[in-house]
């Protein structure tokens, strides 16, 4: 277990108060949905500290300002708008998935109805371009331009993400290949977002926004292969979500792909289960488990986190960022790689 | 009945090829989910020409360019976006209202299940930033930029307005003003913005921009007031949606909102049906629609759209507008406030 690194709540501390101030811009129905959604409040409305998610992301934004020799502060529009992006997919996944908890409480739709948690999610979506682009404490700059378009543009990749996930299940033939294209979408994308909208809010050279984009969309696949690790072998107690969950919706994540293009008696044992249209019990959850694993899906995940992640760290080496700032993505990477949650 | 107005099909057959192109550029699943929506495809993906809807917020865009005396071509990626952010929240409002059919077929939800129109809503919405902001075709100028601005403040609004429209239900007081407040953001604002975007990428005045605007939210008050006596008095073969649908639904609209806080005896009796928790009967919904209409709910009603037509005319009359263009707002108009659909 690695230890959680700083930048987490730093990064946290500078970017919660600009968050909390864009979801009281919202009408207050929108505002109970949101506040419930990031932990701020109970469904009641009474005050709550049940706590947000990791942060990743704001972590990443202030980094990338860091990491071009920019104050971390100058990221904030940036990290606030891709928060509410990421927040948004999150409230409306959960029904597409129809995942009832999340953060170990109830999910928006499982608790205010699906009605409430699509509008919910459409709120937070636009609330995050209103962020970049209406600023009421700033002049409209080019950079804060270019990171709208940018953030248009990883949204469109991760709505699409979701989507070929979603196309995932009618879909017998999954391998990695195409695994790793749906979650460089999926992930990656917004990830990608994250760590390069401070350099771009800085207003720093091509070059160097290149490089924190593609450590963050690397990060982004090394973080999707560990959740899909987790996804399957994760302790349910640890990670807020049932254990097997993925196999139990029959996702079609990296461990399971690489087994149905696999062959052999695996992929023919794995196949016949997901072709089955009942209701997986416990222990077939646990088979199935047993199966992948046998196989070598587990590991090869595993395996592929480990690549992913030393391309985002080759990335931003010796490319002249700030050497403390890539020190803490560094940091940040390997905490993401080898979380347990 | 009124002719239905030429600027219609002369400004569809301007944008279509636009919106066409930009919900080409999805990813292949949602590129169905969008194009069924649009009435261009069947389910299966073969193609289909039951007709998109009446293209009244591209006809004023285009208007709006007119208006100022640019070319109405100038107003196309607004009007294709303003085109792609009105159906994104049909498709989600549809899934909120319950609501099966839309335009004498099903609606996406319906069609194709809650979780597939979540995510199509979803791309939709993104994908009006997109066109504004990402159009290959031509550099992003400041006026695209004011564009997106503004659109984005309009998405607010309407967002705002549906959640404030869901929030009637669970409210028993609801008056004229609550329900005009709630129309102006759920309808009003992207009318406004449908109505001036033109003359903001034309790079017009303020003044112009200001009074076009007017004339959308005001047309938009005078369109929903129209849309509240059809959803409980119009035609459903003419409307495409089941007879007194807003009643059965105890929605709150305009002419149930003026009994409900109009005292009296029908005020008790209306209030006893709406708060009363069994499904309504046909008989009931007549009764109901009869109860209303007596007390002088209807013909309320059709007098607040003409107070908001003869606003929206005033706001663009003597103002200096080109009045070829002026001449087809007003008949555009006419023809909104004079529907039977």
Redesign the interface.
């Known amino acids: 277990m690695v230890a959680i690194p700083g930048v987490l709540e730093r990064a946290r501390l500078m970017v919660e108060p600009s968050l909390v101030a864009a979801v009281d811009q919202?009408?207050p129905?929108?505002r109970l949905l949101a506040r419930y959604h990031f932990g701020w409040a109970e469904v009641d409305g009474s005050p709550s500290r049940v706590g947000a998610g990791k942060g990743l992301r704001p972590a990443l934004a202030v980094l990338s300002a860091e990491a071009v020799g920019a104050d971390g502060g100058l990221a904030i529009p940036g990290a606030t708008a891709v928060e509410l992006i990421h927040n948004?997919s999150l409230v409306?996944d959960d029904?597409?998935d129809g995942d009832v908890e999340r953060r170990h409480r109830p999910t928006v739709w499982s608790a205010f109805g699906?009605?409430?948690a699509?509008?919910a999610?459409?709120?937070l979506?636009?609330?995050a371009?209103?962020v970049l682009?209406?600023d009421s404490t700033s002049p409209?700059t080019v950079e804060r331009?270019q990171a709208?378009?940018r953030l248009?543009?990883a949204?469109?990749a991760m709505?699409?993400g979701?989507?070929?996930d979603?196309?995932f299940n009618n879909r017998s033939e999954v391998d990695l290949a195409a695994c790793l294209a749906m979650e460089a979408d999926k992930t990656g994308a917004l990830l990608g977002y994250s760590a390069s909208v401070g350099a771009v809010l800085a207003g720093a050279p091509q070059s160097w926004i290149d490089a924190l984009q593609i450590y963050g969309l690397e990060l982004g696949l090394a973080f999707q292969a560990v959740d899909d690790v987790l996804g399957i072998w994760g302790d349910p107690t640890v990670t807020g979500k049932a254990a097997g969950n993925d196999l139990r919706e029959r996702k079609k994540s990296m461990p399971v792909a690489l087994v149905l293009s696999g062959g052999g008696a695996a992929e023919d044992e794995l196949r016949a289960i997901y072709d089955s249209v009942d209701d997986l019990s416990d222990d077939s959850v646990a088979r199935v488990a047993a199966v992948i694993e046998a196989a070598g899906g587990r590991d090869r995940t595993v395996a592929e986190a480990r690549l992913h992640l030393d391309a985002a760290l080759a990335a931003i080496d010796c490319v002249g960022l700030v050497p403390e700032a890539v020190d803490e993505l560094v940091g940040l990477a390997e905490f993401v790689a080898n979380r347990d949650f």
């Open positions: 919202l009408q129905e929108l948004f409306h029904i597409i699906v009605d409430d699509v509008i999610g459409d709120a979506h636009n609330l371009l209103q682009l209406a409209l331009v709208t378009v248009v543009a949204t469109t709505i699409a979701q989507s070929s979603m196309a």
